[in-house]
């Protein structure tokens, strides 16, 4: 995988795994006085691969202190296993690419759906991630072979393992996530096929070494097969099969590319780009943090340049998606708004400012956005 794909990861999985400025402990600290769920990507820095494919090189560096010798080995990115994928821009054209995939193999047919749910769980429900943040990638990965295995074997029990896994489009969702109820019933379906690739046996071995761990090892191999059966539950209540999933898949596809590249339009025209917003927004939140461990709250000003900041980046996430946007997203940019409405009507001079308007009490997104522009036209001013 090149670093690129790891940037994207990153960049994305930020979003929503609030205040990742590089160490586990700033994003503790951060979450505590934010108290919201992390930034996972579109972050979470959330929005994999065949297992959250766009992050697992970090995985792999990390992959021996993270416990026992043996864990999932980075996949190729979907992209780059549908033909066609890199070249579609619109979430029609990446849905019939997606459509008309064929594959050399039923398990890389598995490993690329696993990993699109897996980051679109990440990206649609951030706060089921909290958890494990420091290191969502190696979870994100586990959980994929473990969704990946599910499928193989649900698709052979209902005859839908055709070599070209074309024919997985058809599996119901609850097939798989009957293979994940508990912990050992997953394991067994890792390791269930003679021909399981030995990436999967090397998961499963990994996993076991957990579950046979101290009590923090095992709650790590719990919280695996914990998330991935919410990740195909959370899949399962907005479609039937694998293939109702596609348009999903393909709209996550493309937010990927707007975060980087398309110029911000709306009610935000003229601002930043997502990715650059995502980076100031992490600076002033480690920024608040330096004066909160120096025993200080920070200027007024730096919090709420914070506040705004964060409930602007929220609502363009939001933003991206099709109304309404999936899972959690659109509480999240509320959540956001109503922090910085009710800021602003705390302080000296809101007396003499707009907060008060009424019309913001059932919309705080709106004025989110009306006191971005405002503070846009001041920065031009100036």
Not at 309 to 317: E, N, Y
């Amino acid at each position: 995988m090149s670093a690129t794909d790891l940037a994207d990861f990153h960049a994305m999985r930020k979003n929503l795994i609030w205040a990742a400025v590089g160490t586990t402990a700033v994003v503790a600290a951060v979450l505590f006085w934010t108290v919201g769920p992390v930034k996972a990507g579109l972050a979470l820095g959330g929005l994999a691969t065949a297992t959250l494919a766009t992050a697992n090189i970090r995985h792999a560096r990390r992959r021996d202190a993270a416990g026992p010798d043996g864990a999932a080995a980075p996949p190729d990115r979907w992209s780059h296993l549908i033909s066609g994928l890199a070249d579609a821009s619109t979430p029609p054209q990446i849905t019939a690419c997606m459509e008309q995939a064929r594959f050399a193999t039923v398990w890389d047919a598995a490993r690329t759906w696993a990993g699109g749910l897996v980051l679109w769980h990440v990206t649609a429900y951030p706060s089921a991630w909290t958890a494990r943040a420091h290191d969502a990638a190696a979870y994100g990965a586990w959980a994929g072979d473990l969704i990946a295995a599910a499928i193989v074997d649900s698709a052979r029990e209902d005859g839908l393992d055709t070599g070209d896994g074309n024919a997985l489009l058809g599996l119901g969702l609850d097939r798989p996530a009957s293979r994940l109820t508990d912990l050992r019933t997953a394991l067994a379906a890792l390791t269930r096929d003679a021909d399981t690739p030995t990436r999967y046996i090397e998961t499963a071995q990994h996993l076991s070494a957990l579950a046979a761990g101290d009590a923090d090892q095992q709650a790590a191999a719990l919280f695996t097969a914990g998330i991935a059966r919410q990740v195909l539950a959370a899949h399962a209540d907005e479609g039937t099969v694998l293939g109702d999933r596609i348009p999903a898949l393909a709209q996550w596809e493309a937010t990927r590319t707007i975060w980087h590249h398309r110029p911000a339009h709306g009610p935000y025209r003229g601002a930043r780009p997502l990715a650059d917003q995502s980076e100031h927004v992490d600076l002033l939140a480690a920024a608040l943090l330096h004066h909160r461990q120096a025993g200080s709250t920070g200027p007024p000003r730096q919090e709420r340049a914070y506040r705004l900041h964060r409930a602007a980046l929220d609502d363009r996430v939001a933003l991206l998606w099709p109304d309404p946007p999936p899972g959690e997203l659109a509480a999240l940019a509320d959540q956001s708004a109503r922090r910085l409405l009710e800021w602003d009507r705390t302080q000296p001079d809101a007396s003499r400012a707009d907060c008060h308007q009424a019309r913001w009490y059932d919309r705080p997104r709106e004025y989110v956005r009306h006191a971005y522009r405002q503070d846009m036209a001041v920065d031009a001013e100036a």
